[in-house]
């Protein structure tokens, strides 16, 4: 995959509220459901549509149990993961570079 | 178009870096390790004071009508048991604790190497308090290019510089500049041990105190700081926009 950096991006990473899980994900080694859904201000159903599109990827891995007698689902991810995010990080500095270079004044 | 994509790429990058900073903050908890050190440290005052001298080794035989140096050391027996004991219900505790309070919160911990130095430390401390115990450091000694006096070497291996190594890690850890500067004044205050112009007269079964007073005062006033710090971000959390 050459040219502009753009290109190089994986769409399932990319899209700005699964970036946001795995972001949160990555730090915190583990999260639950409740925390992602505050965190990123989404409804229940939202979130589970992201999560499912991750975890078909393969970017994350889902675990369901009970805290007491209250279920909880925690969120972590994979190797896949974590390489995925690494390296949509990098490519989005790639592009942030890339066209400040051929636009100063952007 | 050009100028879209890279506004674009920097808001994601910085959603990415605002949440992850969110995240950091919810999983310091660094009131509570200090509060701990800072109590078990309180503790260990009236602790100390109901030890007595044991084990007592000279160094230096001297024949009788010899003149010479004889240097003679022992160690307080409830502080020889205490301090160990102190140190490895503290890990087990801040380990416990910042299990629950991540579970709580929603978020995992890294907390796990910061209980096992800590608990390495411990046993580092526990045996070269066993093996100090069975001679005399007078003198000087060279470790890696360092020339150390057997005084130095006592404060290297007391608990109290045990605690400030562990928070050093735990520092590393939370990636927190401040716990950092407290755990570096807190090493500087345990190996210095400076009394700031209060001391008790050597005679007295209190001397001791005034070091621990010391470096429970800073452990407990940083865990102030910290919790104060703590609530008053999560108060401005909830206050709505």
Same mark, same amino acid.
């Given at each position: 995959?050459?040219?502009?950096?753009?290109?190089?991006?994986?769409?399932?990473?990319?899209?700005?509220?699964?970036?946001?899980?795995?972001?949160?994900?990555?730090?915190?080694?583990?999260?639950?459901?409740?925390?992602?859904?505050?965190?990123?201000?989404?409804?229940?159903?939202?979130?589970?549509?992201?999560?499912?599109?991750?975890?078909?990827?393969?970017?994350?891995?889902?675990?369901?149990?009970?805290?007491?007698?209250?279920?909880?689902?925690?969120?972590?991810?994979?190797?896949?993961?974590?390489?995925?995010?690494?390296?949509?990080?990098?490519?989005?500095?790639?592009?942030?570079?890339?066209?400040?270079?051929?636009?100063?004044?952007? | 178009?050009?100028?879209?994509?890279?506004?674009?790429?920097?808001?994601?990058?910085?959603?990415?870096?605002?949440?992850?900073?969110?995240?950091?903050?919810?999983?310091?908890?660094?009131?509570?390790?200090?509060?701990?050190?800072?109590?078990?440290?309180?503790?260990?005052?009236?602790?100390?004071?109901?030890?007595?001298?044991?084990?007592?080794?000279?160094?230096?035989?001297?024949?009788?009508?010899?003149?010479?140096?004889?240097?003679?050391?022992?160690?307080?027996?409830?502080?020889?048991?205490?301090?160990?004991?102190?140190?490895?219900?503290?890990?087990?505790?801040?380990?416990?604790?910042?299990?629950?309070?991540?579970?709580?919160?929603?978020?995992?911990?890294?907390?796990?190497?910061?209980?096992?130095?800590?608990?390495?430390?411990?046993?580092?401390?526990?045996?070269?308090?066993?093996?100090?115990?069975?001679?005399?450091?007078?003198?000087?000694?060279?470790?890696?290019?360092?020339?150390?006096?057997?005084?130095?070497?006592?404060?290297?291996? $007391? +608990?109290?510089?045990? *605690?400030?190594? #562990?928070? %050093?890690? &735990? !520092?590393?850890?939370?990636?927190?500049? =401040?716990?950092?500067?407290?755990?570096?004044?807190?090493?500087?205050?345990?190996?210095?041990?400076?009394?700031?112009?209060?001391?008790?007269?050597?005679?007295?079964?209190?001397?001791? $105190? +005034?070091?621990?007073? *010391?470096?429970? #005062?800073? %452990?407990? &006033? !940083?865990?102030?700081?910290?919790?104060? =710090?703590?609530?008053?971000?999560?108060?401005?959390?909830?206050?709505?926009?």
């Amino acid at each position: 995959m050459s040219g502009h950096p753009v290109n190089g991006l994986d769409d399932v990473v990319h899209q700005r509220v699964r970036l946001g899980i795995l972001a949160v994900a990555h730090e915190a080694r583990q999260v639950e459901f409740g925390y992602l859904r505050t965190r990123l201000e989404l409804t229940g159903g939202n979130l589970s549509q992201h999560l499912a599109t991750l975890e078909n990827a393969g970017l994350v891995t889902i675990t369901k149990g009970y805290e007491g007698k209250r279920p909880r689902t925690w969120v972590s991810l994979t190797k896949a993961g974590r390489r995925g995010l690494r390296e949509e990080v990098t490519r989005l500095k790639r592009v942030i570079d890339q066209i400040e270079q051929a636009n100063p004044s952007a | 178009m050009t100028t879209e994509s890279a506004g674009s790429a920097r808001a994601r990058l910085e959603l990415a870096r605002d949440l992850a900073r969110e995240v950091r903050r919810e999983q310091r908890a660094a009131w509570f390790p200090l509060l701990v050190f800072g109590v078990i440290t309180l503790i260990a005052i009236p602790v100390t004071r109901a030890g007595h001298a044991a084990g007592l080794v000279c160094r230096g035989n001297l024949a009788p009508g010899e003149h010479g140096v004889r240097v003679c050391v022992a160690h307080n027996s409830a502080a020889f048991v205490y301090w160990p004991v102190a140190l490895i219900a503290a890990y087990v505790l801040i380990a416990f604790f910042y299990l629950r309070l991540a579970r709580a919160r929603g978020v995992g911990t890294r907390v796990r190497p910061y209980v096992v130095v800590g608990l390495v430390l411990a046993c580092v401390t526990i045996a070269a308090s066993i093996w100090a115990s069975h001679r005399v450091l007078s003198g000087g000694y060279d470790f890696a290019g360092w020339h150390l006096q057997g005084p130095d070497l006592y404060r290297l291996i $007391a +608990p109290a510089c045990a *605690i400030g190594l #562990a928070l %050093l890690v &735990l !520092a590393a850890v939370d990636r927190s500049v =401040v716990l950092g500067a407290v755990a570096l004044v807190f090493l500087v205050i345990a190996i210095g041990r400076p009394d700031f112009g209060w001391s008790i007269r050597q005679t007295s079964r209190w001397a001791f $105190a +005034p070091h621990l007073v *010391i470096e429970a #005062a800073v %452990l407990l &006033l !940083a865990s102030a700081g910290f919790a104060l =710090v703590q609530l008053q971000h999560r108060r401005a959390r909830r206050r709505p926009v």
